[in-house]
């Protein structure tokens, strides 16, 4: 019990930081990407308006970006040499270590001039369905493929400029690259450290919770001899002739006599190595149902089956057997109609038994509670002589046969449903 809740802390824990993670990372890279792109656009923005005074238009189909004749426009130093460039201006380095590109279109749609940037790498053809996309997509800025671009319309034509971000998205992705082989190296340390630390916290639980079960069961074997010997003496003492006394005495010589069988089962129920085998869980439940139709009978109850064939799961057929009469005598207790339903289906890969009787609603605050050791009450459980340890029982085999068991109510019918994995090689 406790290990499981230790693996759902530990799952619950990580699933948490994991979810962080990817926000937190998601975070930043949206961010970083936004600002980078405001940057950009901001410096293509400041190209464009150079553009207006500094472009120079070249004839149709140069593409290599130089001016007409071979020179430079009047006011330009020559290639290579100091002074402002096309893209920016001395000491300006971030705008000027950026690529720039434009198209320039008539308002026939024919290329009047490409802007290459003096770049060898790039394509005008690239640059030319770049600015023809982005001139069709009716927006003033936006991004194709690894450009982004704005596009200017003029009287006379279209002006398309573009500014390579392929370093700018290579840089966030190695940033996001770096950010997750970290992130993902912490969620591996942290959850080896939640395992270390949850398993120290929890072994004194375990520790005292072994202790309990222990005492439970030393309890009921040393109980067990002095409640026999008050039994036969008790016995013996009636037969001289009975009385009010003799008679509580025997009474609650039984009431005790079945405490300590009740918790003897408990404890075999959690600490025993159980037995394992193929049982047809079909049968089974046939049979632990026969004997209780007399009982039923005698209280005006019908007890009403549906029992799917060859249902067979691996486990304690004595166990087994003990699970299913809890169930059943439990609904034929606490049942207020004249009618029990029992029924088990294979489901997928599990087994599932359902017993349902007429009866009120429990709360909710209370259907969490009914599996626990000797809690009762009389809403959920009724006025008898039983000690709160039958669904004890119940839920303690269903967890060593790595099942489930749980209550509904609906519609005034109280249903209890168990859940165990179906035996080997059955769907």
Request: aromatic residues 6%.
């Amino acid at each position: 019990m406790f290990r499981k809740s230790r693996i759902k802390i530990v799952a619950l824990i990580m699933a948490s930081l994991v979810l962080f993670l990817a926000l937190t990372l998601g975070v930043i890279y949206v961010s970083s990407r936004l600002s980078a792109d405001a940057k950009n656009e901001q410096m293509l923005r400041r190209f464009v308006e150079r553009g207006k005074e500094e472009l120079t238009v070249v004839p149709d189909g140069d593409r290599n970006g130089e001016p007409r004749g071979g020179e430079p426009p009047e006011g330009e130093p020559p290639d290579g040499s100091p002074g402002r460039d096309r893209r920016g201006e001395p000491g300006d380095d971030l705008f000027g270590a950026s690529a720039f590109y434009s198209v320039e279109f008539d308002a026939a749609g024919e290329v009047l001039s490409v802007d290459s940037g003096r770049n060898d790498s790039i394509d005008g053809d690239e640059l030319v369905a770049a600015a023809r996309e982005a001139a069709a997509s009716g927006k003033e800025t936006g991004r194709t493929g690894r450009f982004l671009f704005i596009v200017e319309n003029r009287g006379d034509g279209t002006f398309v400029a573009f500014i390579d971000s392929s370093v700018t998205d290579d840089s966030l992705t190695t940033l996001l690259r770096y950010e997750l082989i970290v992130g993902g190296a912490a969620l591996v340390l942290i959850f080896l450290l939640s395992l270390f630390l949850s398993s120290r916290i929890i072994k004194p639980l375990e520790e005292n919770d072994k202790r309990q079960k222990q005492f439970v069961s030393d309890a009921g074997h040393e109980l067990k001899t002095p409640i026999s010997v008050i039994s036969a003496n008790t016995e013996i003492l009636s037969r001289g002739g009975d009385n009010e006394w003799l008679s509580n005495i025997r009474y609650e010589t039984e009431r005790m006599g079945s405490l300590v069988r009740d918790l003897l089962r408990l404890s075999r129920a959690e600490n025993a190595e159980r037995v394992s085998e193929t049982v047809d869980l079909s049968r089974l439940v046939e049979g632990e149902e026969l004997p209780f139709e007399t009982v039923a009978f005698e209280r005006g109850i019908t007890i009403q089956a549906q029992i799917k064939e060859g249902v067979t799961v691996d486990g304690d057929p004595g166990q087994l057997k003990q699970l299913t009469a809890i169930l059943i005598d439990n609904a034929i207790r606490h049942g207020t109609g004249e009618k029990i339903a029992i029924s088990l289906v294979a489901d997928h890969r599990s087994a599932i038994l359902r017993v349902t009787n007429d009866g009120e609603e429990i709360p909710k605050e209370i259907r969490d509670r009914l599996f626990e050791r000797f809690y009762r009450r009389d809403e959920a459980r009724g006025e008898d002589d039983s000690f709160g340890l039958g669904l004890a029982i119940a839920k303690a085999i269903a967890e060593a046969h790595r099942g489930s068991i749980g209550v509904g109510c609906r519609d005034g019918k109280v249903e209890f449903t168990v859940t165990l994995p179906l035996s080997h090689g059955k769907k």
